[in-house]
């Protein structure tokens, strides 16, 4: 079972900030360096000091991002730019946005449940992975959190509450004023609330106790978060249970909010095919799959073709030179899906776009799963249009459109004890960090 909890956030003086926009950021992983500058620029004690600080020349163990981010911290805290409620409560975090869909754009909100979740290792507990980690921004995360003693970012875990309850318990609180809003320059909408009252938030816990947790976003501060969970446990020589480094803020989304949920597709572009590459490509997925050529308009078009054919199976869009034609594909009927499966995995596995994908290029181009999925020899790409941008002139590249993710693949997934293909999922919009910080000494 998992244990929920409340806390004393701390969170920035409104009346000394003003505007909360100006000092919050998106998730430290999607911060590149001109975001980074355009952050620094927008407020001097805007988060991503802490979170993504810069690196400088001559940066030592005694000298460095991490130090001058626990600095920061602590100035700001110091100085009242950062203050800890007095009461023990759980936040709502509304996101309004807009996503473009094959039949046109549909505004949507997304409304996630920002509270303590106890700790427990990854698959031992309630909290359940979808996608693997790599040591470096585990090693990094950690850095952060032993100099800083905090938690600044959000852990996005998904819940399945088909009739609504935990919503039905907060729903008159969002009927109030938020504690603040802001709109981003992306166009979504912020909206944060704090919930006080015990039996509400009571109300949430029992809810939410007996619910599994699926990561949707953050398995790198997670992981982190049991790691230092086990340092601090052992320094002091204590039982971690019940400790407030034993827990981690998360932000709580309902899975079953078809109106709050967006899954973004992230297609592929396989590159240094080589001389000849490009055929030796076309002639083995034409082997594997039926295949029908259409005319390329525009990738909305794209989108809208994929979404119908993926109503009968999986299907891909694949394109190659001029990118004149998109060339769409499905296994042909006497090919089996478990007999490209080098590595045996599941069923759900295999009926991932990006798993049957993954098993296909394996075969075709005869390449390991190491290969396959560390983003070199296939990049990984969130936005249409760049896959075209990527191909069109290339000889030696080709591009694949997929199909987004769906909720219930995700959780056949986790539930069959397995771990999605590297960037199967784009959940949208991103959580912010800075709106809420969990001190990591104190509940």
Not at 96 to 113: A, C, M, N, W, Y
Not at 154 to 182: H, K, M, N, T
Not at 196 to 221: C, E, M, W
Request: net charge neutral; aromatic share 8%.
């Amino acid at each position: 079972m998992a244990e929920i909890r409340a806390f004393r956030g701390i969170r920035y003086a409104i009346d000394r900030i003003g505007d909360i926009g100006s000092v919050v950021a998106p998730p430290y992983d999607v911060i590149d360096a001109s975001m980074q500058q355009a952050l620094y620029d927008a407020h001097p004690n805007n988060i991503v000091r802490i979170i993504r600080g810069e690196e400088k020349p001559g940066d030592s163990n005694e000298e460095n991002r991490y130090t001058r981010a626990a600095k920061a911290y602590g100035g700001w805290l110091e100085k009242g730019i950062l203050v800890q409620d007095r009461d023990e409560g759980i936040y709502l975090y509304a996101q309004d946005f807009e996503v473009s869909t094959p039949s046109g754009t549909q505004e949507k909100t997304r409304l996630g449940i920002v509270a303590l979740v106890r700790t427990d290792a990854l698959g031992e507990g309630a909290i359940l992975p979808h996608e693997n980690t790599m040591p470096g921004p585990r090693a990094d995360r950690l850095a952060l959190m032993r100099h800083t003693r905090a938690a600044f970012g959000q852990i996005f875990s998904l819940y399945s509450d088909p009739g609504g309850q935990v919503r039905e318990i907060v729903a008159p609180v969002l009927d109030e004023s938020p504690l603040f809003g802001f709109r981003g320059e992306d166009g979504v909408g912020h909206r944060f609330w704090r919930v006080t009252d015990r039996a509400r938030v009571a109300g949430v816990a029992n809810a939410l106790s007996d619910k599994p947790f699926f990561i949707a976003d953050g398995h790198h501060r997670y992981e982190t978060a049991v790691v230092y969970r086990d340092e601090r446990a052992a320094a002091e020589g204590v039982d971690w249970q019940g400790k407030p480094y034993g827990y981690r803020m998360q932000t709580l989304v309902n899975m079953d909010d078809t109106e709050g949920m967006a899954i973004n597709a992230i297609h592929r572009v396989v590159v240094d095919l080589g001389a000849g590459g490009v055929e030796k490509l076309i002639r083995g997925l034409s082997e594997l799959c039926d295949v029908e050529r259409l005319p390329f308009r525009d990738t909305q078009s794209v989108l809208r073709e994929l979404k119908r054919r993926g109503g009968c199976g999986t299907v891909f869009g694949f394109c190659h030179g001029a990118c004149s034609d998109v060339h769409y594909l499905n296994l042909k009927p006497g090919v089996r899906a478990s007999d490209l499966d080098r590595g045996k995995h599941s069923g759900a596995w295999r009926a991932l776009d990006t798993g049957l994908l993954q098993l296909m290029l394996g075969r075709v181009l005869d390449l390991d799963q190491e290969t396959l999925t560390q983003g070199e020899r296939v990049k990984f790409v969130k936005v249409e249009r760049e896959v075209l941008d990527m191909v069109k002139g290339a000889p030696d590249r080709a591009g694949f459109f997929l199909n987004p993710v769906g909720m219930k693949q995700l959780r056949d997934v986790v539930l069959a004890g397995e771990r999605m293909p590297p960037k199967s999922t784009f959940f949208y919009p991103k959580v912010y960090s800075g709106l809420v910080i969990q001190d990591l000494q104190s509940f």
